[in-house]
């Protein structure tokens, strides 16, 4: 199934990031993407102005894969240990309307064409809704190196950006050389290390704390959101049958009524079309909202993490050199680890502080963006049915 | 109510009848729908013309909705108020024929009338044409309004059972006083159903059922009436059984059975056992059943009159579709209270976000959703009960009252049945007296005589009630269908409307919480 997205949707669809693709020395966009099977085919489509490129327009094909292999070599980049790293995009998932379509065929004899049509309908746009919301976030992981002053000018941002081969040989050697050995002990280690580890600055220290707690806050959220969007499908759903079903009983019934039944049934098909675009629209705002946060979150908790072992580095190499002095040996090589130290973490402190700031800065903006969205849309859907019901009750009272 | 309470109802004629056995048919039951009495407030029409009833379909449900503010389910056991009971559970009084001065008394009494009395001849009866059956029925009302109220559990432990409150209104001359209550239970109803069923099936009216036992329901009830599922269940058989009756009173010929005044009217009743499922009635009960079933199936009848058949196919089809949306409505119940789990769980985690969040203005703004969503959670229990009590019950009613008139239809093939008997039975008569002329027995001659002339008397008989029972089920489904549309618009209006307050304050909701994120900074 092949599917592209035009610039209307595209617009629609970059809802949880704010200022993102403005700098138009270097402009990126997915504008077309390729479903086959399991797998999504990205094309990635870059402008720029900038001299480093060898070309001022040019498209590569990219798979899930090659995105992550880039945010891992940027984790991996000790110049960026101070930064912030853009969460990875999650996997493409079909899983949900793939077991739905299942279910659907298995479930074909007991319904009516109709019925069999619309629900196929409505799994199809589940589908390509989906489709949609996997580009919109592995476009939004490009646009915000792009518009980072450091990342952008990654050499690796730029391999992937403009090698017209495959990269699935780089990432192969990627993988053997670092063995993704740095972001396993982030994942088992960090929240240890970070809440173990003797705050000297202030600012830190609040960050962690408030990190930390927000992080599992908001993941729960997000977990609770998703679950309350599926009842809203469920119910979209359930309305086709009803619909279905009193078509029917329209259609064989001779009596009074008939004409009841019918716009019933008609009302019916409407409601579930706004309760479908409840569901999606709660979804896009309020559940992928929380979602992106929690991942932005879980990178800003990383670079606390790499702070903190900035700072146990350093500890040791004190340590290492009263040691040194103490037996008068080596003490030139531990003083210059000691200093290397401090400088590394002097400047992650001073990085990470900034990101910090600015990330806190772009959330309230982002939340308060979609939240405003998400209200003005319940508004309309909901005005929208009391005309849709109030329309059906003043015609059951005419009939 | 005011425009018919100027009429005064001829009194009830005061012979009692007895139970009616199945084979009592050919003692000149009186039929429902004819015009045979004789007071002079009765306009006569020339040709007696078939009693017509056509009202309003009672207000159902609306017991509920004083009962409780907000949600129908906290509707609990003691909370209904006395004053207010009838204020609009009522049959609604209404003519279809605005300023029809021909008021039809209500004149169809049940019992057996002196055959003497039965003078005019089915054919007579019948209506020219059906288009004058379908005007005539819009003429009549009634002055009877039943409510069911304060369910209160009685006893405890497996022999608690629940009484409910059954009050009466009435201007009917018939009963004792204007308004009365007394207390019964279930089997009471149950016990009611019974009664008429065997009495009234046989002319071919739909007898109305009531709701069906439920063996889990009533255990749960009896172990402790507060959870939720029980109070769910008690308010659901409470409004199940307030519909049931007020379809029995608004039934012309029904309403006049002594046994449903006695219903209402009398302080202790005898405790119906041939409800109980394992008494000796209920056993009989069961072999009667089955053998109907399989009489059907040997004679197989011969339809002069298609209608019948194409009605009892339609009606097939209907229950098969209602059934089907039922299950579906039922799904959407389920999925509805799904959402107010999830809603309320939502909104307890976007509370708690929103104390974590440091930025003032967003954590406030974060409280509020926390706010709306629970908000939102009471509107979908609300939108769940209305799904539920509504929309679902609705449809189990019709389900129901479906069975019942496909009972109906049994009535006449069981009717026509009788007659081929009887028929069949005056044929060996003949044969006999046919055998017996040859063999020249002048003595068992006679007695041979004296047989045909008295099958053949009965299966004049029988084939005059096939006829009768053939038109009163007609009679009957052209009401019934006029009382489903009515019943299914008033409910479904009620369902929409329901459901449109939910979405307006919804709108409420939202357009209060707007201003809380735009203040974000």
């Known amino acids: 199934m092949t599917s592209t997205i035009d610039e209307s949707n595209k ?27 399991d797998k999504v085919k990205f094309t990635v489509h870059t402008k720029t102005t900038l001299s480093s490129f060898q070309k001022p327009d040019f498209s590569v094909p990219r798979q899930h894969e090659d995105f992550i292999w880039l945010h891992d070599t940027l984790v991996e980049t000790e110049d960026y240990a101070g930064l912030i790293i853009p969460p990875a995009p999650p996997k493409p998932d079909f899983e949900s309307p793939r077991e739905k379509m299942h279910k659907l065929g ?43 002053p450091n990342l952008s000018k990654d050499r690796n941002f730029q391999i992937f950006l403009e090698y017209d081969q495959d990269l699935t040989v780089r990432r192969k050697n990627a993988k053997e050389m670092f063995g993704g050995f740095f972001k396993n002990m982030v994942k088992s280690a960090d929240e240890v290390l970070i809440s173990g580890i003797k705050e000297v600055d202030d600012f830190f220290e609040q960050e962690k704390t408030f990190l930390l707690d927000y992080y599992s806050k908001i993941k729960d959220s997000t977990a609770k959101a998703e679950k309350m969007t599926r009842s809203h499908k469920n119910i979209a759903d359930d309305y086709i049958h009803i619909s279905a079903t009193l078509n029917s009983l329209s259609a064989d019934d001779s009596t009074a009524n008939k004409k009841l039944l019918e716009k019933l049934s008609d009302l019916f098909e409407k409601l579930r079309k706004v309760e479908g675009r409840v569901a999606s629209d709660q ?32 500890e040791n190499s004190n340590k290492a050199l009263d040691k040194a002095r103490l037996k008068s040996k080596d003490v030139p090589q531990a003083e210059e680890h000691q200093q290397q130290c401090l400088q590394k973490f002097d400047k992650l402190s001073e990085s990470g502080k900034k990101e910090l700031t600015s990330f806190k800065g772009r959330r309230v903006v982002a939340f308060r963006k979609n939240l405003i969205e998400m209200a003005e849309l319940e508004i309309k859907h909901a005005k929208n049915n009391v005309s849709l019901l109030q329309g059906c009750i003043d015609l059951l009272k005419s009939i | 109510m005011a425009a018919s309470s100027d009429r005064i109802p001829p009194p009830f004629p005061a012979t009692e009848e007895p139970g009616v056995g199945p084979s009592d048919v050919a003692d000149g039951d009186s039929d429902e729908g004819e015009d045979i009495f004789s007071n002079p407030m009765a306009v006569s029409r020339g040709v007696s013309q078939p009693d017509n009833v056509n009202e309003e379909p009672p207000d159902l449900f609306s017991d509920e909705e004083e009962a409780s503010s907000t949600t129908v389910k906290s509707n609990g056991v003691h909370s209904d108020d006395d004053n207010d009971l009838f204020a609009e559970a009522h049959v609604e009084l209404s003519t279809d024929t605005p300023g029809s001065s021909a008021r039809k008394e209500p004149s169809t009494s049940v019992g057996p009338r002196p055959a003497s009395s039965f003078t005019r001849s089915p054919a007579a009866m019948q209506p020219t044409s059906l288009e004058q059956l379908e005007e005539e029925e819009s003429n009549d009302s009634f002055d009877v309004d039943v409510a069911v109220t304060n369910p209160e559990k009685i006893g405890d432990g497996m022999n608690a059972y629940v009484a409910y409150k059954v009050s009466t209104r009435t201007s009917l001359a018939m009963f004792r006083s204007k308004t009365f209550s007394v207390r019964r239970r279930y089997s009471d109803f149950l016990g009611l159903y019974e009664k008429l069923s065997v009495k009234q099936s046989l002319h071919g009216c739909i007898i109305p059922p009531p709701p069906e036992k439920s063996v889990v329901g009533m255990t749960k009830v009896k172990v402790g009436m507060d959870d939720p599922s029980s109070v769910e269940f008690v308010e659901r058989r409470r409004a199940a059984l307030e519909r049931y009756l007020q379809r029995v009173v608004s039934h012309p010929s029904l309403l006049q059975d002594p046994d449903v005044r006695e219903f209402l009217e009398k302080e202790e009743l005898p405790r119906a056992v041939s409800t109980q499922a394992l008494s000796g009635a209920g056993f009989l009960k069961m072999i009667n059943k089955a053998s109907d079933a399989v009489n059907k199936m040997t004679i ?28 579906v409505v039922d799904s959407l119940v389920n999925h509805r209270k799904e959402l107010c789990g999830s809603t309320a769980v939502f909104a307890k985690s976007m509370a708690m976000l929103g104390n974590s969040e440091d930025n003032t203005a967003l954590s406030r703004a974060l409280s509020q959703l926390a706010e709306v969503e629970d908000k939102m959670e009471q509107l979908h229990q609300e939108q769940a009960a209305s799904d539920f009590f ?11 009252l479906l069975g019942a008139m496909r009972g109906c239809f049994d009535q006449r093939v069981r009717a026509w049945q009788r007659w081929q008997e009887a028929q069949s039975t005056l044929q060996k008569k003949r044969e006999a007296e046919a055998k017996l002329l040859w063999a020249n027995k002048p003595d068992k001659l006679q007695q041979a005589k004296e047989e045909i002339t008295e099958w053949e008397a009965r299966v004049t008989q029988h084939e005059r009630d096939f006829d009768r029972i053939g038109m009163t089920v007609r009679k009957e489904v052209l009401r019934f269908e006029k009382e489903k549309a009515k019943d299914f618009r008033s409910q479904i209006v009620k369902y929409l409307e329901a459901m449109l307050q939910s979405q307006q304050r919804l709108v409420k909701f939202w357009e209060a919480f707007l201003p809380e994120a735009k203040a974000i900074a």
């Open chain 2, 390 to 400: 509504i929309f679902a019950e609705l449809l189990a009613d019709y389900i129901r």
């Open chain 1, 11 to 37: 617009e629609k669809m970059r809802s949880v990031s704010v200022d993102l693709n403005h700098d138009a020395s270097l402009l990126i966009d997915i504008p077309d993407a390729l479903c086959e099977r």
């Open chain 1, 106 to 148: 298995e479930g074909e004899a007991t319904m009516t064409k109709e019925e069999y049509t619309k629900m196929k309908q409505e799994l199809e746009a589940e589908y390509l809704a989906v489709f949609k919301k996997t580009v919109q976030v592995h476009e939004v992981f490009l646009q915000r190196l792009s518009s980072h």
């Open chain 2, 300 to 327: 197989k009848m011969n339809e002069s009159d298609t209608w019948f058949e194409d009605k009892f196919q339609e009606v097939e089809n209907e229950e098969q579709q209602l059934r089907k949306l039922q299950a």
């Open chain 1, 283 to 314: 979804e896009l705002k309020l559940t992928e909202l929380l979602r992106y946060y929690m991942r932005d979150i879980q990178a800003a908790k990383d670079l606390l993490y790499r702070r903190a072992r900035a700072l146990v580095d350093y």
